[in-house]
Nanobody
């Protein structure tokens, strides 16, 4: 059974930092590129950051230079270090494999940035 469990969200002031974690199980974590996504009410889920199996990273322009994605294959865990947070980063954040060619999603973790 595939499980994706996101954690680490919360309420933070603009300019602050948060570190999100995603515990993955039920599939071969180290054989997949992994990514973070986010969604706000009334909008489609959008891609934020991707890390390849070998650790190569890519970021959406909106978070480039502020967020860092990383992975620990020994722990089957994905991370997102978020800094210089802005009000527009407020969203529910999800992790998943890339591409997300299946229907498994976790419950997400809420990040709220107050301005």
């Amino acid at each position: 059974q595939v499980q994706l469990v996101e954690s680490g969200g919360g309420l933070v002031q603009a300019g602050g930092s948060l570190r999100l974690s995603c515990a993955a199980s039920g599939f071969s974590f180290d054989s997949n590129a992994m990514g973070w996504y986010r969604q706000t009410p009334g909008k489609q889920r959008e891609w934020v950051a991707i890390v390849s199996r070998r650790g190569n990273t890519n970021y959406a322009d909106s978070v480039k230079g502020r967020f860092t994605i990383s992975r620990d294959n020994a722990k089957n865990t994905l991370y997102l270090q978020m800094g210089s947070l802005k009000a527009e980063d407020t969203a529910v954040y999800f992790c998943n494999r890339v591409p997300t060619d299946w229907d498994y999603w976790g419950q997400g973790t809420q990040v709220t940035v107050s301005s």
